[in-house]
């Protein structure tokens, strides 16, 4: 018993040793309203998986969390976690509620350097917002990821809902949050940003 029970903790030791990517996020990496395994994240971990990549792929995304949110409960999950690579994929709820884009950048910023200072590398994933709020602030919102991916030098997508924002039958019956559908099309805007840091 003892042998095989040595090999048991073995294993799981190994498995848990590997890199872990973090997504860190709010509904639109939670799988709102649909079933969590068929959610983008999920299908990263799979095709990390199918490529045989030796990552991890944890998911600490809270449904209508925003940057402030995010920026509280972050150090809690790099201690947990200790990832190699942070996906950050917050300011969405901050711009529907029309939250000032100072104080939005700041968390953004400092959740940044707080993955920097255990070196993982972060992605930064950009959102845009329906011009409802005139076009200083829908700018301004837009320029907060820019300006930051290009201070910090990580790696950037600048709408990761390409393709899928605007699209009824990518989208729930809200009409804002992904459908089953558009995970692929999501998985597909990241990949290609994710794929060279593995």
Known sequence: MLPGLLFSN?????????????????????????????GWVNLVAQRVKDNQ??????????????????FSRLPAALKQFKPSIV?????????????PLDAMKNNLEKMIQASKQINAQVVLLGMFIPPNYGPKYTNGFKAVYLDLSEKYKTPFIPFFLDGVSGHSDLVLEDGL????NAQKKILENVWPTLKPLL
């Open 177 to 180: 949050h992904p459908n089953v």
């Open 10 to 38: 073995l294993v799981a030791a190994e498995a848990t040793s590997k890199p872990t990517i973090l997504v860190f996020g709010d509904s639109l990496s939670a799988a709102y309203g649909i079933p969590k395994e068929q």
């Open 87 to 99: 996906v950050i994929e917050l300011g969405a709820n901050d711009g529907l509620r029309g939250l």
């Open 53 to 70: 990549l030796p990552y991890e792929v944890a998911n600490a995304s809270v449904s209508g969390e925003t940057t402030a949110g995010g």
